[in-house]
């Protein structure tokens, strides 16, 4: 027994130990350090073993907890999470992050936590274990679920070993931030809480004036070989920022991109060329017949209709109204021989003239005759002429007869065409024909001629039917008709019963739509009781209605739209088997080169992979070839390609932004990526042809950007300088004005009155706030929003910005809302939940402070290139 117990713990614990040393230490040179401090270094074997122990442990406790809770229980360790929502176990009470960093800072932190007198013995292990496992699980089941999800990697020892450094290091990271939270509660003082409120509530009103930087840069020296040396040495492992004043050397990973793309317009452009001139103005009358594009009346192109005229008065007649008339061959009918007098309307009911409709031109008026809405100076009143016909304004009467003959009968209502009725109430043309209603009632009530009365009403006696012509000036009216006379009959001659003077043919018959006049109509006569009141449908007729076609726009405007909306479905499909078949050709040749090292060790005559020819291939397809060259994840960005996403798992969200799937991500060569740049309409897919690691320059690589680096620095200090030699002029004029001691030429850049902007800005749960900015400045930050809330109320002070290249003369004019108002809003706690975003980020940036300072104390310092490799 006591020879197994040993073979155990050799294979348990000294067997995994030996296999990771001879796996990363053959050669000794695959075994760098990744991290050196004052008590020792971390090589890449330790750093890997602790990595793997870690997985090990997470996977042993996670499958732990699922069977605990399946039998009814739950660990009730600290920082074990579920959540209540999927069941889903969120954390194990062991810090989820496993990295070579991770690994080696949780190492030091249980090292630092031993020299503080922490320390934990096996019998806390077994109790912090029995509470996670809530007495649902022995200790034989626990030691079966470690071999089973370990593969007999993780052995007794080596799992309380582990749990025990990660709870020290867990604990000395408790003890270090204590004061900041309360488990996930975070601890903000009331003044803190106050001070985060009023960066998100309060907003404030300021006048700027730049000072630039570079301005001063004429007036540095070229720095020393010491101050270069020291530059280069403090820069040297840092990214350049453009919005950091902090100068950094190191280059970033950069690569080529091979790509190609496509645009959806190429190929509609390419589908639609196959479409005939046939097929396109089939499609425009058939969506015209549909409704599709109708203007609106105002934008109707026509003749200038005439101006609307004033409602007339109530006390004048309506047979002083002229009307226009149009020119007939046919003799008038029946119809057209009524004298009765129009109905009468109050004035105060009479909706006003209109003008008339864009689609409805005015007749013309022949050379010999006066306009129709001007009567000649030696005319008589209309009322004296008998040519100028009086007709009825209750009785229906058809919207038109412009097209119909003369003598042609109104059918009866309910013989009209019912689409006829439908397609002047249209959706497309309603707004239009309401209006030219409104027209069409005060033309019936004065021009329009009645329908056929019943055949069994006699007619009035020796009425004589009035001529189209008007009568010459100085010849009266056979029977002029009196304004006051009464009503006539209403019982109108028989439809065959011929009139007594038939109108000449080649007279002009009357226009269905009344000209506008300056004559009042007839308020003082009652309507006759027995005539149907005006109706808002339009008048029966077998004819068309006589109503203005709705305008459309024409065919060779809206030919391209057409043409895109019968080929956007094919020229979708045509993109995407264009943009399928060269990713494809793509993947096959990033397949066969995954696996063509292994062909050459078995064979090594294999041939190698045929890369394919992208230029060619774009070009067969139909789509755009590109090449960006050498680029970082920064100036990637600049690109078209560059702004583009990935296709995300739904189809309204993209994935990853490019840069961060090809550069942050790095992925390998030739490896097919698709994006989407939504904002150009252009699909790509690219792959990296060619990519360089990040590295840190030598001097004489970069001396001229450390000697710029150098120079801006200087420079700075006298921008500074200048700024407040500004600022504490403008405090002591008269009026604090900055215009009085700017200079002439550079007055124009004074911005006044920028605002009202906040300090950040929040857009609701789930989101972090951020720095509102002001457009109006180049990328101000918190130095500058600290010398606008901050300062003192109507003084000029200096705020630099982000990158510090510009220096501000600024003077906060105005806060605002009142602090009284702020204040009875502080009150309320739902508005005090957007206080806990500023919260967090105070708490992650004391937080780093503290881990930079806990790496600076112990001289950590870390193996980059091993850390990538």
Do not use: C
């Not at 001529?467 to 009196?482: G, M």
């Not at 600024?810 to 605002?816: G, I, M, R, S, W």
């Amino acid at each position: 027994m006591v020879a197994l117990t040993l073979l155990s713990l050799f294979a348990f614990v000294a067997l995994p130990a030996l296999q990771m040393y001879q796996q990363y230490n053959v050669g000794g040179a695959a075994n760098p350090d990744i991290a050196t401090y004052d008590g020792g270094s971390f090589s890449e074997a330790e750093v890997a073993y602790l990595n793997r122990t870690h997985a090990q442990t997470v996977r042993f406790l996670t499958t732990v907890a699922e069977e605990v809770i399946s039998r009814g229980g739950t660990p009730r360790v600290p920082g074990f999470q579920v959540d209540p929502r999927t069941g889903q176990i969120l954390s194990v009470g062991v810090s989820p992050m496993n990295t070579p960093r991770s690994a080696v800072l949780t190492e030091l932190h249980a090292e630092r936590a031993a020299e503080l007198g922490l320390n934990l013995d096996d019998a806390a292990i077994d109790q912090w274990m029995a509470l996670f496992t809530d007495g649902k699980l022995s200790q034989n089941e626990l030691a079966g679920i470690r071999a089973q999800v370990s593969q007999n990697f993780l052995g007794q020892s080596q799992l309380y070993d582990h749990l025990r450094t990660e709870l020290l290091a867990n604990l000395y990271q408790r003890v270090a931030t204590t004061g900041l939270s309360v488990g996930p509660a975070l601890i903000v003082p009331p003044a803190e809480a106050w001070s985060q409120f009023l960066k998100l509530n309060q907003e404030a009103i300021v006048t700027a004036y730049p000072v630039q930087v570079e301005d001063f840069l004429d007036q540095t020296s070229e720095p020393t070989q010491a101050e270069i040396d020291a530059l280069y040495a403090e820069g040297k492992d840092r990214f350049p920022n453009p919005d950091s004043p902090d100068p950094g050397f190191r280059r970033r990973y950069a690569a080529n991109i091979e790509y190609v793309s496509a645009t959806i317009d190429d190929f509609v452009q390419r589908e639609a060329a196959k479409l005939s001139e046939e097929q396109l103005r089939a499609e425009y009358e058939r969506r015209i017949a549909g409704g599709d594009f109708r203007l609106p009346p105002t934008q109707t192109p026509s003749s200038p209709a005439p101006p609307a005229q004033p409602a007339p008065p109530s006390d004048a007649p309506a047979s002083e109204e002229p009307t226009t008339e149009e020119p007939t061959d046919e003799p008038a009918s029946e119809e057209s021989t009524s004298e009765e007098p129009a109905a009468e309307t109050p004035a105060s009911e009479e909706p006003a003239m209109e003008a008339q409709p864009a689609e409805n031109p005015a007749p013309e008026t022949p050379a010999n005759e006066p306009p129709a809405n001007e009567q000649p100076a030696n005319e008589p009143p209309a009322e004296d002429n008998p040519d100028v016909e009086e007709v009825p304004a209750e009785e229906d009467a058809p919207a038109s007869d412009e097209d119909a003959p003369a003598d042609e009968e109104a059918p009866a209502e309910e013989e009209a065409p019912a689409d006829d009725a439908q397609s002047q109430r249209s959706a497309a043309n309603e707004l239009q024909f309401v209006s030219m209603r409104l027209q069409d009632e005060e033309a019936e009530e004065a021009t329009e001629p009645q329908p056929d009365t019943p055949a069994d009403q006699p007619a009035p006696a020796e009425e004589p039917a009035p001529s189209d012509e008007p009568a010459p000036a100085n010849e009266p009216a056979d029977e002029p008709a009196p304004s006051n006379a009464p009503a006539p009959s209403d019982e109108p001659a028989p439809a065959d019963e011929p009139t007594d003077e038939p109108a000449p043919s080649d007279e002009p018959a009357p226009s269905d739509e009344p000209a506008p006049s300056d004559e009042p109509a007839p308020s003082d006569e009652p309507a006759p009781s027995d005539e149907p009141a005006p109706s808002d449908e339009p008048a029966p007729s077998d004819e068309p209605a006589d109503q203005p076609a709705p305008a459309t726009r024409p065919f060779e405007e809206v030919r391209d739209e057409i043409a895109r909306s019968l080929v956007i479905g094919d020229a979708t499909r045509a993109r995407d088997r264009a943009l399928s078949e060269a990713q494809s050709a793509m993947r096959s040749y990033f397949t066969q080169t995954a696996v063509y090292d292994d062909l050459v060790k078995a064979d090594p005559d294999a041939p190698k992979p045929e890369r394919p020819n992208l230029k060619q291939l774009a070009e067969r397809l139909g789509l755009q070839y590109g090449e960006t060259g050498m680029q970082t994840a920064l100036t990637i960005r600049d690109l078209p390609i560059g702004q583009s996403s990935g296709l995300g798992e739904m189809m309204f969200r993209r994935g990853d932004p490019f840069a961060v799937q090809m550069f942050t991500n790095e992925k390998p060569l030739f490896t097919p990526l698709q994006t989407i740049n939504d904002a150009q309409q252009m699909a790509f897919v690219s792959w990296k042809t060619e990519d360089r690691e990040a590295y840190i320059p030598e001097l004489s690589d970069v001396r001229e950007e450390v000697v710029a680096a150098a120079r801006q620095i200087a420079a700075r200090e006298l921008a500074q300088a200048h700024a407040k030699q500004l600022a504490e002029q403008a405090n002591a004029t008269s009026d604090q004005s900055i215009e009085a001691v700017v200079p002439e030429n550079r007055k124009n850049l004074v911005f006044k009155d920028l605002g009202p902007f906040p300090w950040y800005r929040y857009f609701g749960p789930g989101t972090q706030p951020f720095i509102a900015g002001v457009p109006e400045l180049d990328n101000v930050g918190e130095e500058f929003m600290e010398t606008v809330f901050r300062g003192e109320l109507n003084q000029f002070d200096v705020g630099p910005n982000n990158a510090r290249t510009v220096y501000y003369v600024v003077k906060t004019t105005d806060l605002q809302p009142p602090t009284e108002e702020l204040r009875t809003r502080f009150m309320q706690a739902n508005q005090r939940q957007a206080t806990s975003g500023l919260a967090f980020q105070d708490l992650s940036a004391i937080y780093s402070s503290w881990a930079e300072q806990f790496e600076e104390s112990i001289n950590l310092e870390w193996n980059d290139e091993a850390l990538q490799q």
